[in-house]
Nanobody, 125 residues
Framework: QVQLVESGGGSVQAGGSLRLSCVAS????????MAWFRQAPGKEREGVAL???????RDGESMTDRFTISQDKARRTLYLQMNSLKSEDTAMYYC???????????????????WGQGTQVAVSS
């Protein structure tokens, strides 16, 4: 069973930065995809970005040039560097994983079998 543990959220002022981390354990295959989603209050969860085991990435509708997705394969850790944060970035951020690559509806939640508990990001203006 894959387990995902997020960290790095917190409360920051607008213009600040945070780096979210997601440590994965339990992968049984070398092929995987990992992603960040976020859910703002009163809104549906939406994809931010994904990265695959071959280091290819895809941007979700929430992605912005203020954010960077990366991974440390040796540590099986996924990162989301968030700079110049805005109040509209306030949300619960979730890490998700799948032990495959897919190219259709990549941010559809049905494709993501494993989810973390989330880490809260609150940006005050």
């Amino acid at each position: 069973q894959v387990q995902l543990v997020e960290s790095g959220g917190g409360s920051v002022q607008a213009g600040g930065s945070l780096r979210l981390s997601c440590v994965a354990s339990g992968f049984t295959r070398s092929t995987y995809s990992m992603a960040w989603f976020r859910q703002a209050p009163g809104k549906e969860r939406e994809g931010v970005a994904l990265i695959r085991s071959d280091d290819t990435t895809r941007d979700g509708e929430s992605m912005t040039d203020r954010f960077t997705i990366s991974q440390d394969k040796a540590r099986r850790t996924l990162y989301l560097q968030m700079n110049s944060l805005k109040s509209e970035d306030t949300a619960m951020y979730y890490c998700a994983a799948a032990q495959t690559h897919f190219d259709v509806d990549v941010f559809a939640e049905r494709n993501w079998r494993f989810w973390g508990q989330g880490t809260q990001v609150a940006v005050s203006s």
